[in-house]
């Protein structure tokens, strides 16, 4: 009782810290870095599109991209592990595209230079498919695949 | 506002390993109640991390990332008691910022 009123105090506490930044020009709601959103991107239904949405024309297959965690099969694909690293020089971005998902793109991560290029997170599958992992190193796109059998669909569910 | 997020940043030689767990709903907008109505989407879009107020994560997502998001990143340069901050926005302009110390 106590600790759930106590985090309602908190969380009101911190809407109006934020609602006084927002007055004073610091958070411009649904400001520039809202808008950054790629929308065609993750409306994009397949590798192909996706890249082109990202502003590239093709990807090339790589080797030097690992998927350090993703399973051969997932039991729950509500929730499905999956970590890239890349060993290709000037990696800058890496993105999750599951191919059978209703549109392909899940995540994409940016690396400001001194992060390393590896990213984990876990996402949902709708049902066994390809997972390709997109690499953009200095301007150009590279991808790998490993698939990924889903006993359990994540969406709909 | 959504729950706090759970943030642990571990310091392993001159690299830091941090490690987010979120609290978030992460509708898809593809699912429907038992009245049949779509559900709309709700979800986290962007996720930016700070060291010392320096951006060493960007990240957009997409609705199929999972409910209740875990994300690791690893950046170098960073030592015990070095901060990091992570934000989240989602698709309704949501927005939590919550900060770790690196230990």
């Known amino acids: 009782?106590?600790?759930?009123?106590?985090?309602?105090?908190?969380?009101?506490?911190?809407?109006?810290?934020?609602?006084?930044?927002?007055?004073?020009?610091?958070?411009?709601?649904?400001?520039?870095?809202?808008?950054?959103?790629?929308?065609?991107?993750?409306?994009?239904?397949?590798?192909?599109?996706?890249?082109?949405?990202?502003?590239?024309?093709?990807?090339?297959?790589?080797?030097?991209?690992?998927?350090?965690?993703?399973?051969?099969?997932?039991?729950?694909?509500?929730?499905?592990?999956?970590?890239?690293?890349?060993?290709?020089?000037?990696?800058?971005?890496?993105?999750?595209?599951?191919?059978?998902?209703?549109?392909?793109?899940?995540?994409?991560?940016?690396?400001?230079?001194?992060?390393?290029?590896?990213?984990?997170?876990?996402?949902?599958?709708?049902?066994?498919?390809?997972v390709h992992a997109l690499v953009k190193a200095d301007g150009k796109y590279y991808y790998a695949t490993k698939e990924v059998k889903v006993t359990l669909g994540g969406c709909g569910g | 506002m959504a729950d706090p997020m759970k943030i642990r940043a571990n310091a392993m030689g001159d690299k830091v390993i941090v490690k987010v767990l979120m609290s978030h709903e992460m509708e898809t907008g593809q699912r429907k109640d038992s009245a049949g109505k779509t559900i709309p989407a709700w979800f986290i879009q962007q996720v930016s991390a700070t060291h010392n107020g320096k951006t060493v994560l960007n990240a957009q997502w997409g609705p199929a990332v999972s409910k209740n998001p875990f994300l690791e990143f690893r950046f170098s340069g960073g030592k015990a008691g070095d901060k990091v901050q992570v934000t989240w926005t989602d698709n309704k302009g949501e927005k939590r910022t919550d900060e770790a110390t690196v230990g």
């Open chain 1, 1 to 130: 009782m106590n600790a759930s009123r106590r985090n309602a105090l908190k969380a009101t506490g911190g809407a109006s810290v934020l609602g006084l930044a927002a007055a004073a020009g610091l958070f411009v709601p649904g400001s520039a870095f809202a808008a950054d959103w790629n929308k065609n991107a993750f409306e994009a239904k397949n590798l192909n599109d996706v890249v082109k949405a990202l502003g590239g024309a093709n990807a090339t297959e790589s080797k030097d991209i690992t998927f350090v965690t993703a399973p051969d099969i997932a039991e729950n694909g509500a929730v499905v592990p999956i970590a890239i690293q890349s060993k290709i020089a000037k990696t800058e971005a890496i993105a999750i595209l599951v191919e059978k998902n209703p549109n392909a793109l899940a995540a994409s991560f940016e690396f400001p230079a001194g992060t390393e290029a590896f990213a984990s997170t876990r996402v949902k599958m709708g049902q066994s498919s390809n």
